[in-house]
């Protein structure tokens, strides 16, 4: 099966920054994309999505970015608060992939106090 | 209830034995994806469903494993002669249609002794 995510970044920051957490698929022809965020013990959580027709999508204190160029994407947390701390993991579907969804590599969000 | 719900929460299983798990999705969502994650690692992809047709098992480990979905709704992972290495979070999700959000469910904790 397809597997991700063996080691996981760390980022790192003070409460009350901004967090940026960065993706790059592989995939040039997928054209949904998802973040999700993922706490101990529980499953992943919906925040946002974008689709390929677009290149930025805001939501409530988040922002998807999407640069199809270089297949990056990226998630920017506004004010982030110690309840953002979490594993943070984008997807991606492609009707090329049979429509499955994907993850990426997740990247682990810390917040300092 | 409102979200994707499975059972059992936490599975015990002695190596050897045969083991179900159990996924039910929100209901008229149409598409049904499974997860396994192993711990502090991504999520791999093991199969999905569209109805009650799964059109892609590319990613089941081995022939031990194997899944259903009756009615459009409730899908079974059935693990045969579990193995050590299957010891894992097995997850599930939905999504209305393909190519929509999928939301998950808590999953199941697999421990095979």
């Known amino acids: 099966g397809e597997s991700v995510g063996l080691h996981l970044p760390t980022l790192s920051v003070q409460e009350g920054d901004n967090s940026i957490i960065n993706c790059a698929y592989s995939?040039?022809?997928?054209?949904?994309f998802i973040w999700y965020k993922q706490e101990s013990g529980k499953g992943p959580q919906f925040i946002i999505d974008?689709?390929?027709?677009?290149d930025k999508r805001q939501g409530q204190r988040v922002t998807v970015l999407l640069n199809k160029t270089v297949k990056h994407l990226s998630l920017q947390i506004a004010a982030t608060q110690p309840g953002d701390s979490a594993v943070y993991f984008c997807?991606?579907?492609?009707?090329?992939?049979?429509?499955?969804?994907?993850f990426g590599s997740g990247t682990r969000l810390l917040v300092r106090p | 209830g409102a979200g994707v719900s499975q059972s059992p929460s936490n599975k015990v299983t002695e190596k050897g034995k045969d083991v179900e798990l159990r996924c039910d999705p929100i209901?008229?969502?149409?598409?049904l994806y499974w997860y396994r994650q192993s711990l502090g690692q991504g999520l791999e992809f093991l199969i999905y469903?569209?109805?009650?047709?799964?059109?892609?098992k590319s990613g089941l480990p081995s022939d031990r494993f194997s899944a259903e979905r009756t009615g459009g709704s409730v899908s079974t992972l059935t693990i045969q002669r579990t193995q050590q290495e299957d010891s894992a979070v097995y997850l599930c999700?939905?999504?209305?249609?393909?190519?929509?959000?999928?939301?998950f469910g808590q999953g199941t904790r697999l421990t095979v002794v």
């Open positions: 999700a939905s999504s209305r249609i393909l190519n929509t959000e999928a939301f």
């Open positions: 995939n040039s022809a997928s054209d949904y």
């Open positions: 974008i689709r390929s027709n677009m």
């Open positions: 997807a991606e579907i492609s009707m090329d992939s049979s429509y499955k969804l994907i």
């Open positions: 209901s008229g969502h149409t598409a």
């Open positions: 469903f569209q109805g009650n047709s799964a059109p892609d």
